[in-house]
Protein backbone atom coordinates (compact mmCIF):
# COMPACT_ATOMS: atom_id res chain seq x y z
CA UNK A 1 0.00 0.00 0.00
CA UNK A 2 1.23 3.13 -0.79
CA UNK A 3 1.91 5.49 2.09
CA UNK A 4 3.27 9.22 1.85
CA UNK A 5 3.50 11.02 5.78
CA UNK A 6 3.87 14.01 6.44
CA UNK A 7 5.77 16.17 9.50
CA UNK A 8 7.14 19.01 10.02
CA UNK A 9 4.21 21.50 9.92
CA UNK A 10 3.74 23.93 12.46
CA UNK A 11 3.69 27.70 14.16
CA UNK A 12 6.01 29.57 12.70
CA UNK A 13 6.41 33.73 13.26
CA UNK A 14 6.35 35.53 9.97
CA UNK A 15 10.17 35.45 8.84
CA UNK A 16 11.15 32.31 10.35
CA UNK A 17 11.66 28.96 8.76
CA UNK A 18 10.57 25.42 8.88
CA UNK A 19 11.50 22.29 7.22
CA UNK A 20 8.76 19.63 6.12
CA UNK A 21 9.88 16.22 5.66
CA UNK A 22 7.62 13.46 3.53
CA UNK A 23 7.95 9.84 4.36
CA UNK A 24 7.39 7.35 1.34
CA UNK A 25 6.27 4.06 1.31
CA UNK A 26 4.59 1.18 -0.49
CA UNK A 27 6.33 2.16 -4.04
CA UNK A 28 9.44 2.73 -5.70
CA UNK A 29 10.10 5.91 -4.40
CA UNK A 30 13.33 6.79 -6.82
CA UNK A 31 11.03 6.73 -9.94
CA UNK A 32 8.77 8.96 -9.16
CA UNK A 33 8.48 12.74 -9.67
CA UNK A 34 7.45 14.44 -6.30
CA UNK A 35 5.31 17.13 -5.78
CA UNK A 36 4.55 19.51 -2.90
CA UNK A 37 1.32 20.96 -2.85
CA UNK A 38 -0.29 23.36 -0.67
CA UNK A 39 -4.35 24.57 0.38
CA UNK A 40 -5.42 27.09 2.57
CA UNK A 41 -9.05 26.01 3.97
CA UNK A 42 -11.92 26.83 1.77
CA UNK A 43 -9.43 27.78 -1.49
CA UNK A 44 -8.22 25.14 -4.19
CA UNK A 45 -5.15 23.37 -4.33
CA UNK A 46 -1.86 25.53 -5.22
CA UNK A 47 0.81 23.38 -6.68
CA UNK A 48 3.50 24.73 -4.94
CA UNK A 49 7.37 22.14 -6.37
CA UNK A 50 8.40 19.61 -7.26
CA UNK A 51 11.26 17.23 -8.54
CA UNK A 52 12.58 14.94 -10.57
CA UNK A 53 13.43 11.21 -9.84
CA UNK A 54 17.29 11.98 -9.66
CA UNK A 55 16.65 15.66 -8.67
CA UNK A 56 18.16 17.04 -11.51
CA UNK A 57 14.81 19.48 -12.82
CA UNK A 58 12.96 21.28 -9.73
CA UNK A 59 10.25 24.05 -10.66
CA UNK A 60 8.90 26.14 -8.41
CA UNK A 61 5.42 28.45 -8.22
CA UNK A 62 6.50 32.75 -8.29
CA UNK A 63 5.51 33.28 -5.35
CA UNK A 64 7.88 30.48 -3.33
CA UNK A 65 10.89 30.81 -5.43
CA UNK A 66 13.85 32.02 -3.60
CA UNK A 67 12.07 31.09 -0.54
CA UNK A 68 11.63 27.87 -0.95
CA UNK A 69 13.92 24.68 -1.44
CA UNK A 70 12.88 21.30 -2.28
CA UNK A 71 15.16 18.02 -2.26
CA UNK A 72 15.12 14.36 -1.91
CA UNK A 73 17.04 11.61 -0.40
CA UNK A 74 16.07 8.13 -2.53
CA UNK A 75 18.24 6.35 0.28
CA UNK A 76 15.72 7.25 2.83
CA UNK A 77 12.54 7.49 0.47
CA UNK A 78 12.27 10.99 1.86
CA UNK A 79 11.29 14.30 0.30
CA UNK A 80 11.59 17.49 1.74
CA UNK A 81 10.28 20.93 1.81
CA UNK A 82 12.47 23.53 3.41
CA UNK A 83 10.90 26.63 3.52
CA UNK A 84 12.90 30.20 4.66
CA UNK A 85 11.13 33.87 5.07
CA UNK A 86 7.70 32.80 5.38
CA UNK A 87 4.69 35.20 5.20
CA UNK A 88 1.03 34.96 6.67
CA UNK A 89 0.10 33.54 3.18
CA UNK A 90 2.30 30.52 3.59
CA UNK A 91 -0.41 29.14 5.98
CA UNK A 92 -1.66 25.94 4.49
CA UNK A 93 -2.18 22.41 4.48
CA UNK A 94 1.10 21.46 3.08
CA UNK A 95 0.70 17.90 0.96
CA UNK A 96 3.39 15.56 -0.43
CA UNK A 97 2.25 14.19 -3.31
CA UNK A 98 3.53 11.76 -6.13
CA UNK A 99 3.72 13.20 -9.97
CA UNK A 100 2.46 14.46 -11.71
CA UNK A 101 2.41 12.60 -14.95
CA UNK A 102 0.13 14.30 -17.43
CA UNK A 103 -1.49 15.89 -14.44
CA UNK A 104 -1.83 13.03 -12.30
CA UNK A 105 -0.89 13.96 -8.50
CA UNK A 106 -1.52 10.03 -8.22
CA UNK A 107 -1.12 9.55 -4.53
CA UNK A 108 -1.12 12.00 -1.73
CA UNK A 109 -0.13 12.33 1.95
CA UNK A 110 -2.54 13.44 4.70
CA UNK A 111 -1.08 16.47 4.94
CA UNK A 112 0.63 18.66 7.45
CA UNK A 113 -0.45 22.09 8.59
CA UNK A 114 1.76 25.00 8.60
CA UNK A 115 0.68 28.40 10.33
CA UNK A 116 2.44 31.41 10.15
CA UNK A 117 1.07 34.09 12.65
CA UNK A 118 2.78 36.44 15.04
CA UNK B 1 -0.65 36.24 -14.24
CA UNK B 2 -3.17 33.45 -16.04
CA UNK B 3 -6.21 32.41 -13.88
CA UNK B 4 -7.52 28.58 -14.59
CA UNK B 5 -11.21 29.58 -14.07
CA UNK B 6 -14.12 27.06 -12.97
CA UNK B 7 -17.65 27.80 -12.18
CA UNK B 8 -18.50 28.41 -8.22
CA UNK B 9 -20.93 25.82 -7.42
CA UNK B 10 -23.39 23.51 -9.88
CA UNK B 11 -26.57 21.31 -8.51
CA UNK B 12 -27.68 18.38 -9.87
CA UNK B 13 -30.51 15.68 -9.26
CA UNK B 14 -30.01 12.26 -8.44
CA UNK B 15 -29.49 10.37 -11.19
CA UNK B 16 -28.92 13.65 -13.58
CA UNK B 17 -26.14 14.13 -15.98
CA UNK B 18 -23.85 17.60 -14.80
CA UNK B 19 -20.69 18.72 -17.51
CA UNK B 20 -18.07 21.04 -15.18
CA UNK B 21 -15.77 23.26 -17.17
CA UNK B 22 -12.00 24.49 -16.41
CA UNK B 23 -11.40 27.81 -18.19
CA UNK B 24 -8.30 30.28 -18.74
CA UNK B 25 -8.54 33.95 -18.19
CA UNK B 26 -6.42 34.40 -21.12
CA UNK B 27 -6.76 32.26 -24.46
CA UNK B 28 -7.79 28.04 -24.71
CA UNK B 29 -7.73 24.91 -22.82
CA UNK B 30 -6.28 22.19 -24.97
CA UNK B 31 -5.09 18.88 -24.32
CA UNK B 32 -1.27 20.62 -23.95
CA UNK B 33 -2.41 21.95 -20.68
CA UNK B 34 -2.85 17.84 -19.48
CA UNK B 35 -6.26 19.12 -18.28
CA UNK B 36 -6.76 17.05 -15.27
CA UNK B 37 -10.06 16.50 -12.59
CA UNK B 38 -9.74 16.13 -8.82
CA UNK B 39 -12.33 15.24 -6.39
CA UNK B 40 -12.45 16.06 -2.58
CA UNK B 41 -14.27 16.11 0.13
CA UNK B 42 -13.93 17.73 3.41
CA UNK B 43 -11.00 16.38 5.34
CA UNK B 44 -9.28 14.33 2.65
CA UNK B 45 -6.39 15.14 0.38
CA UNK B 46 -7.67 15.26 -3.16
CA UNK B 47 -8.24 12.31 -5.16
CA UNK B 48 -7.53 11.86 -9.18
CA UNK B 49 -10.76 11.77 -11.03
CA UNK B 50 -9.18 12.58 -14.97
CA UNK B 51 -5.97 12.93 -16.41
CA UNK B 52 -4.44 14.23 -18.94
CA UNK B 53 -8.39 15.59 -20.91
CA UNK B 54 -9.95 11.80 -20.72
CA UNK B 55 -7.99 9.05 -19.24
CA UNK B 56 -9.52 8.14 -16.10
CA UNK B 57 -7.71 6.62 -12.89
CA UNK B 58 -7.93 3.34 -12.02
CA UNK B 59 -11.12 2.83 -9.83
CA UNK B 60 -12.74 5.64 -10.76
CA UNK B 61 -16.38 4.78 -12.11
CA UNK B 62 -17.35 5.12 -15.72
CA UNK B 63 -19.78 7.45 -14.83
CA UNK B 64 -17.34 10.39 -14.66
CA UNK B 65 -15.64 11.83 -18.11
CA UNK B 66 -13.51 14.03 -19.32
CA UNK B 67 -13.00 16.13 -22.74
CA UNK B 68 -12.38 19.24 -24.36
CA UNK B 69 -15.64 21.57 -25.18
CA UNK B 70 -15.05 24.70 -26.88
CA UNK B 71 -12.37 26.26 -25.30
CA UNK B 72 -12.47 24.56 -22.22
CA UNK B 73 -11.79 21.44 -19.97
CA UNK B 74 -15.34 19.49 -18.79
CA UNK B 75 -15.72 16.96 -16.49
CA UNK B 76 -18.98 15.04 -17.20
CA UNK B 77 -20.55 13.16 -14.52
CA UNK B 78 -23.75 10.70 -15.91
CA UNK B 79 -26.18 9.42 -13.49
CA UNK B 80 -24.77 11.56 -10.62
CA UNK B 81 -25.40 9.57 -7.03
CA UNK B 82 -25.57 10.95 -3.89
CA UNK B 83 -21.89 10.47 -2.87
CA UNK B 84 -20.40 12.44 -5.57
CA UNK B 85 -21.41 15.64 -3.56
CA UNK B 86 -17.94 16.92 -3.43
CA UNK B 87 -15.79 19.85 -4.71
CA UNK B 88 -13.99 19.45 -7.69
CA UNK B 89 -10.85 21.00 -9.04
CA UNK B 90 -8.89 20.95 -12.46
CA UNK B 91 -5.59 21.41 -12.93
CA UNK B 92 -3.70 22.41 -16.08
CA UNK B 93 -0.04 22.15 -17.42
CA UNK B 94 1.27 26.36 -18.00
CA UNK B 95 4.65 25.45 -19.61
CA UNK B 96 8.06 25.25 -18.04
CA UNK B 97 7.36 23.22 -15.61
CA UNK B 98 4.57 25.07 -13.80
CA UNK B 99 0.75 23.69 -12.54
CA UNK B 100 -2.36 26.04 -11.81
CA UNK B 101 -5.09 24.20 -9.94
CA UNK B 102 -8.55 26.25 -10.54
CA UNK B 103 -10.51 27.57 -7.48
CA UNK B 104 -12.87 24.62 -7.83
CA UNK B 105 -16.37 24.21 -8.17
CA UNK B 106 -19.06 22.84 -5.38
CA UNK B 107 -21.33 19.98 -6.28
CA UNK B 108 -24.13 19.79 -4.76
CA UNK B 109 -26.25 16.51 -5.53
CA UNK B 110 -30.16 17.01 -4.93
Known amino acids: EVQLVESGGGLVQPGGSLRLSCAAS????????MSWVRQTPGKGPEWVTN????????YYVDSVKGRFTISRDNAKNSLYLQMNSLRAEDTAVYYCATGPYSGDFAYWGQGTLVTVSS | QTVVTQGPSFSVSPGGTVTLTCGLSSGSVSTSHYPSWYQQTPGQAPRTLIY???TRSSGVPDRFSGSILGNKAALTITGAQADDESDYYC??????????FGGGTKLTVL
Open chain 1, 26 to 33: GFTFSTYW
Open chain 1, 51 to 58: IKQDGTEI
Open chain 2, 52 to 54: STN
Open chain 2, 91 to 100: VLYMGSGLWV
